[in-house]
């Protein structure tokens, strides 16, 4: 009877005694990918599309177990100072103008150019990004570049499809572009070199590029009023749903302009392998297409850009 | 170079002077709407203070509707009134940045307005009744010559906020200072953004000190108002 209750005793605390230390085991060594994630503030540039795709990125890393905080900017111009000193430390952009805008800055000349071509563009884009300590993550298939859209009308009346069929009327329309168009190489000097157009001798209106102002401008215009060209972004919903013409690029005046991460180096150190594994996940799977459709889904059917982006995820299995 | 002479040089360079982006054209079209904008704020806004302020009635209904004006931001007008100032062909930015100025001039004139009759000594205005003036004679006569350093003070008020307040159209392309600004933001030319900054400011200043002037002038000397007169004292 002694030995047995001795027995039972023995055998229930060696039982207490493994479930302990397997319950402390799980609690107090953690696996490699929950080791210190780095606290991610992922930066965007003030229109819809930019602000979408910070939110996808940002969610995907999120479903991974990231602290992400987002930050808007008003444009590139106010982004970049702060990815640069380190106020946010993931920006998706586009490789093209990225590339265009720093070969714009002072001893930027050195740079590589950004062309039609993918490749060159990225390898020409990381070579300038080293010295920064910042590097491109893959690019997405999906392309948005600056785009001269003209309504319907426009294009029949005056037998617009390029843009340098556009140049030969130049002056006979009245142009909606942004601000910084005479700054910008992709726009105003671009402009000039490639198709012959000088914004200077033009009548121009300002506004935000790929906005909602400058397609309503477009839109309700007409010979007499509003304007004539727009300058929008070719995944812009609005092409579609106002039936506007998107003018070749015939001369290719607008560089290969795949979405990528640019991403501190600091930030890609120090964070595990799977965050630059879920990154170019998601950037594997945006397409010129799916974005399209994200966009009409947020400016025409008005649905918030936090539940386009998760349904997106969801959908593409990004977040399992 | 140094930033003071950063902006200088900025207002010296020729570019500034001549062409369609030029000081010139955008300072003209920032005085025609700041003075479109005051000469229909004053259209609608003195006949109602006068109404209110003469008869002492409705003053909270017209008072609160006036603050409307204030509370709904004028971008949110300016965005509102775009579209549609498009499609009836009024223009680009002119139209609608005009709305939004006046829906800004309204509500310090109303209120201003309507202080500056209530606070006529009634025992004036008892007098001339007895006098057997006529209401509008009493407005005339009376109300308005005893009111007008108040009245004037809500119009100064009206005008300081208008030019300051019509840079905002350099948003949907209106002819103004504020492009400047916008420019210089989007350029990151910060002498730019001064510069522009500057004249907005100077402007606004100027528009102060000439309707300051105009007070003093207009103010029956017997009446100079002891107190500065402002929008603290429309305690609607």
Redo the contacts between chains.
Sequence with gaps: MRRYRTAVLGASMLALLISACSAGGSSTSPSASEAARPAVTVGSEGFDESQLLAEIYAQALEAHGYTVARQDFASRKLALPAFDNGDINLLPEYIGSLLRELGSMPGGNALGPATGDTDETMTNLAAALEPKDQSVLDAAPAQDGDGFVVRQETADQLSLVTMSDLAEVADQLTWGLPLECSDNPSCGPGLKEVYGIDIATLRVENLTACSGEMATALNEGDDQSGIGVAELCTTQADIERFNFVLLQDDKKLIPAQNVAPVVRNDLLDAAPDDFETILNGVSAKLTTDELTKLNVQVSVNQESIEDVAAQWLADQGLVT | MDFPGEVVSWFAAPEQWS??NSIPVHLLGHLALSGFALLGGLLIALPIGIAIGHTGRGAFLAIAMANVGRAIPSIAIL?IV??IS??L?????FVPTLIALIALAIPPIVTNTYAALREVDRDLVEAGRGMGMSEVQLLARVELPVGVGLLLAGIRTAAVQVVATASLG?V??ADCLG?FV??G????DRAQIFAGALMIAGLSLLTERLFGALQRRVVSPGLRVTRAAGPSDASA
Excluded at chain 2, 185 to 188: D, E, G, L, N
């Design positions: 062409g369609g965005g775009f579209p498009l499609r062909h009024l223009g680009f930015g350099a949907i392309s492009y916008l420019k933001i989007a350029t990151q």
